[in-house]
């Protein structure tokens, strides 16, 4: 190969190193830093999809935080559930950031901060966060790993859910409303038990239901898993509800994404 010909080879190498990663092909090392970067100033285009039934998803300014997503979500006249979430990542540069089969083994972080006025009714059930599989089989859970919801108590629930659907309760705190705090999420992508994830409330690591800071369980089948925030609420829920969203981010460690 003559030296024109190599450096042409290794500029095309270059090119490709700067591909994002969309987390479907085999497993690569994992890059440093910060993955995907929530800034409303980007508006809804960092969400890969926007799910409203009925709801609306914009960006407004809080006297706090500045710009945050606004997700509101009201009544369906015929009594049944509603859903106002976003749905999954996209980067920069347009492309959709799918943590799959390219992630295994890579351990991942996400945080964010929330603000919640969502009227949970007593014996209903309302999910703020989900770590949502995709293109699971129809042997396989069709929710989970991870769900963030209340039940009507007063309680904030970090659900856990396995591919078979066996699902538990594995932390829970009061429910804060109408008041900013922080969460993050860490997780390893395994579709077996050296799967874990971890979970961080207003910068404190906190302890799950088997008296450990993690807790063990596949985190993937199916294709891929999207995070998902906004409101979606069981039918019997009744009225107007909001949350708001600031400074969600993906990265590697927590320190990457802690609010």
Known sequence: ?????????LAGLGA???IPLVGTGTATAAPAGVIWDGDPARGTAVFDGLEKAPGSITVVNDATYGKCFRYETWDNADGTKERCESRGLRLPDGSVYRPGAGTLGQVQYLGWRAKWNVNPRAGKWIA????????????????GPFVLRTLGDGKLYFQLTGPSGANKHIWSADFPVNTWNTFAIGYQMSRGNDGW????FNGKQQTFSNGQTRYPGPTLWGDHVNHKWGVYRSGGNSGHATALLNHAKLGHTYADVAA
């Open 16 to 18: 490709l190193a700067t």
């Open 1 to 9: 190969m003559d030296s024109l010909s190599r450096r042409t080879v």
């Open 197 to 200: 994830c971890e979970f961080y």
């Open 128 to 143: 703020v966060y989900q770590f949502h599989i995709s293109g699971e089989s129809s042997s396989q859970a069709q929710s």
